[in-house]
C-alpha cells in the first residue's frame, strides 16, 4: 500500500524542521513540492538526496496523473509547500482530495506536522484563539471589497496572509473600514528580521513606513 506523506518544513529558520520529517523526506521515492528550487535547497541543507516533481497550484491532469502512476507503482512519496504546512493556503489540499478520491482505502496519508505560519502567528497575538476565521490571501481584484467587509462583520478573531507589495494596501482598506480594531502584525516569522507589529490598521502602517518593508505578513484581527 503506497504512502503519501504530508510534511510541514520550516516557514524560515532551517532548525524548526523535526527530526521525522528529515528522516522522512530522506525515505521517500520522491517529494512533490510547489518550487523545486526552493525544496532542493533545503533538501541540500540536510544532505538529503531524493528527486523532486513540482506540484503547484496551475499543475493540471496531466501532472496529477503523473502522481497517481508512481502511487499506482508502489512508491512513497512526500509532499511540502515552500515553506509551512502543505494545504494552508496552498494547493495540496485539492491533490489528496483527488488521491483519496482515486485510491480510497489503498492510499495511506499521513500528517508529519510542524511549522505554520498561521499558528505562529496566533501564539504570539495575545488575542482569544479558541475561535478563529483563517481567510488565506485576499483576492486581488474580485471579490476583494466583500473580503474586507467580512473581516469587518465577523466577530471572532480573523487571521490572514499578505505579500510585501500590498501590504500598504491591505492595511488602508483596514484603516478604513475598521479604524479602531486592534492588529498584530507578524514580518518574516522565524527569519532574522522577524518583528512584530501591534497596534491599529494606522499606527502598524506607520511603523511600516518608518523601515524597509520586506517579507511575507501574517495579519492578525483581534475580535470584536
Known amino acids: ?27 521517500v521515492d520522491a517529494v512533490l513540492c510547489e518550487d523545486t528550487r526552493v525544496t532542493a535547497k533545503l533538501l541540500s541543507a540536510f544532505a538529503i538526496s531524493v528527486p523532486t516533481i513540482s506540484y503547484h497550484q496551475h499543475s493540471g491532469e496531466a501532472k496529477t496523473s503523473k ?11 512526500a509532499l511540502v509547500t515552500d ?10 489540499g485539492r491533490l489528496i482530495e483527488e488521491l483519496v478520491r482515486h485510491f480510497g482505502e489503498r492510499l495511506t496519508v ?10 505562529t502567528a496566533l ?28 473581516i469587518r ?7 490572514f496572509y499578505e505579500s ?3 501590504i500598504l494596501k491591505t492595511l488602508g482598506e483596514l484603516t478604513s473600514r475598521m479604524p479602531e480594531r486592534p492588529l498584530v502584525v507578524c514580518r518574516e516569522l522565524t527569519k532574522l528580521y522577524e518583528t512584530i507589529y501591534r497596534g491599529s490598521a494606522a499606527q502598524v502602517t506607520e511603523q511600516l513606513n518608518s523601515t ?8 492578525v484581527v483581534a475580535p470584536l
Open 153 to 159: 462583520l465577523t466577530p471572532c478573531t480573523v487571521v
Open 83 to 92: 515553506a509551512g504546512t502543505p494545504g494552508i493556503s496552498d494547493p495540496g
Open 164 to 166: 510585501t507589495h500590498r
Open 212 to 219: 524597509s518593508i520586506k517579507g511575507e505578513f501574517v495579519i
Open 67 to 77: 502522481i497517481v502512476d508512481l502511487l499506482e507503482g508502489g512508491k512513497n512519496l
Open 123 to 150: 501564539s504570539v497575538a495575545g488575542v482569544p484563539a479558541d475561535e478563529f476565521l483563517f481567510l488565506g490571501f485576499p483576492p486581488h481584484k474580485k471579490g476583494r471589497q466583500s473580503f474586507f467587509e467580512r
Open 1 to 27: 500500500m503506497p504512502t503519501l506523506f504530508i510534511i510541514a518544513t520550516p516557514i524560515g529558520n532551517l532548525s524548526d524542521v523535526s527530526e521525522r520529517a528529515k528522516t522522512t523526506l530522506a525515505s
Open 110 to 119: 499521513t500528517p508529519i506536522p510542524g511549522p505554520c505560519a498561521l499558528a
